[in-house]
């Protein structure tokens, strides 16, 4: 085949056009919309620019929302231990990828109903599956088949491929902070949370600040994961762009508490103070243990879990 068409500015603009709207465009559908938007009722928005945002979702082959969301609030609830649908705990692959394929006898109908009652009143959303079924995942495929000729023969293979890629990474990004975000060996925690959660740099920035998945376990409702100056949350950005014009209403924030500066003082103190009484006398081992982190104030965070299912 001749490519040496593709290779002009023109093409190349066009190119990143459509990759760069279509990133944004799908990602923010997960992000900003199934995670967000429909799983924690971070913020609110009218109903058209809300199906605008989780079509998006929608379009990235991540299934029916209402399944997505079940999910990953029993996620939530069960983070790291047994329930847990994807932890790496039970495997690498499992939390990549392989979880995927055994929900239906994991999370029956009822259990959904419970865990999702308020996404059941949508008419629009069950339209789209209300289960782990088969069908609406093949629904699901069908229709991001179609979208796909459409562009095609609408708009060209150049536009085609670049929504393919950006599609292609789009939907491994959230696969990839169910694992790597839950991986101890990656990335660093802000707080200590009662599972593996971490933050994971180029999670983030490919997930558009899903990656901060440690501060997201931290404060599980709020809008804003990036909460270090340099933990740059696209999806946040977003969110406070739409709060600022009032489209979005209701927006969440974390909760008061320690900042990470303020642990990072708090364990350097710590850690001098045992130095100092090592010196004087022997270290227990309650006290040397106490030692390794600061106990971070959690109550917030197991307030919320605690809370109904819907709340979570």
């Known amino acids: 085949m001749d490519f040496s068409a593709w290779n002009t500015p023109t093409t ?21 919309g199934y995670h967000r938007l429909l799983t924690h009722k971070s913020y609110k928005v009218p109903n058209w620019l809300r199906y605008f945002i989780v079509s998006g979702g929608y379009f990235a082959l991540m299934g029916a929302p209402i399944s997505w969301v079940a999910v990953h609030r029993l996620h ?6 047994p329930g847990d649908p994807h932890s790496p705990r039970d495997g690498f692959e499992h939390a990549l990828y392989k979880w995927m394929f055994d929900m239906e006898k994991r999370q029956s109908v009822e259990e959904i109903r419970k865990q999702v009652p308020d996404l059941l009143e949508d008419k629009v959303l069950c339209m789209l599956g209300t289960d782990h079924s088969a069908k609406q995942a093949q629904l699901c495929l069908w229709v991001n088949i179609v979208a796909r000729v459409i562009i095609l023969l609408a708009f060209g293979p150049v536009a085609f491929t670049a929504n393919l890629i950006a599609s292609v990474l789009v939907f491994w990004s959230p696969q990839f902070v169910n694992t790597f975000c839950h991986l101890p060996s990656w990335g660093y925690r802000n ?3 009662r599972d593996d959660s971490r933050n994971v740099p180029w999670v983030g920035l490919m997930a558009m600040g899903e990656g901060w998945h440690n501060n997201h376990h931290a404060f599980p409702k709020s809008a804003r994961h990036g909460i270090r100056w340099f933990e740059f949350d696209a999806t946040w950005m977003m969110i406070s762009f739409f709060e600022k014009i009032g489209l979005a209403t209701d927006v969440i924030r974390p909760t008061p508490t320690l900042s990470p500066e303020e642990i990072a003082a708090a364990k350097a103190a710590k850690a001098a103070r045992a130095v100092k009484e090592a010196v004087v006398a022997p270290v227990s081992a309650a006290t040397a243990e106490s030692a390794e982190l600061v106990n971070v104030p959690t109550e917030a965070v197991e307030a919320v879990k605690e809370k109904e299912l819907v709340e979570i």
Do not use: M, R
């Not at 190349?12 to 992000?31: D, K, M, Q, R």
């Open 12 to 32: 190349w603009v066009t190119f990143a056009a459509w990759f760069c709207v279509s990133y944004v465009y799908l990602a923010i559908g997960i992000t900003g």
């Open 76 to 81: 939530h609830q069960k983070s790291d231990q």
């Open 191 to 193: 707080y200590e949370v």
